[in-house]
């Protein structure tokens, strides 16, 4: 077994746009940039080759600024990977973040809605598969996260790559998320729905490696 500490340096930007309408509407911008600190523990156990566990707890941190203030939390990780072939990795991972009143909060901007602070803890699980052919890794995967807002749900990813390496110094990667999210629906006492939103996402990436 083996166990590592992490400290680490955050970095934050950010950007707030309003249009205030009182008598007349108008725009004003806040950005600026702030940091903190935070640290991991985590421990690997491998069992055997076909076999390793590995558990990892993020510290939660706060840090602020006369504009915004970054609240944090703790995340929870537990990691499991099975090779049942000798080309063949099963991933599968569970988080406990602990979200609730935690968030971003802006001095001067009301977040009537509930997007930027947790309403409730948040668990996620996820799972893929990664098989090694020749120089070529190819891999898919699913993860399902608990929304934190105050209208729940669960958003759905659905996950497409693959990787090639060129020699034992550069390797290129690309990859492919849909993003099915949780349907977001206010409805009055009496049961009429007000405002009902549906969001999809997709997402590509394509990264180049070298190893010194």
Not at 187 to 200: C, I, K, P
Request: aromatic share 14%.
């Amino acid at each position: 077994m083996s166990i590592g500490l992490t400290v680490e340096s955050l970095q934050s930007q950010y950007l707030l746009e309003q249009e205030v309408c009182l008598v007349r509407c108008q725009d004003s911008k806040i950005e600026g940039t702030t940091s903190g600190w935070s640290g991991a523990i985590s421990a690997t156990w491998q069992v055997s080759q076909a076999l390793s566990f590995a558990a990892t707890h993020r510290l939660a941190s706060q840090y602020s600024d006369a504009n915004i203030e970054f609240d944090l939390p703790d995340i929870t990780s537990l990691y499991a990977t099975w090779s049942p072939l000798k080309n063949l990795d099963w991933h599968t991972t569970y988080s406990y973040t602990q979200w609730k009143n935690k968030g971003i909060r802006y001095t001067d901007y009301s977040d009537v809605i509930g997007l930027l602070v947790g309403a409730s803890d948040s668990q996620r699980f996820a799972t893929s598969l990664n098989y090694h052919i020749a120089s070529w890794d190819l891999r898919v995967g699913l993860s399902l996260d608990e929304a934190i807002d105050a209208f729940g749900g669960n958003d759905i990813r659905y996950r497409v790559g693959a990787g090639y390496r060129f020699n034992t110094n550069w390797r290129t990667d690309i990859a492919f998320v849909f993003e099915d999210y949780a349907r977001k629906e206010y409805n009055t006492n009496s049961g009429d729905s007000l405002v009902a939103v549906q969001n999809e996402g997709f997402a590509a990436g394509l990264g180049v490696t070298y190893t010194f």
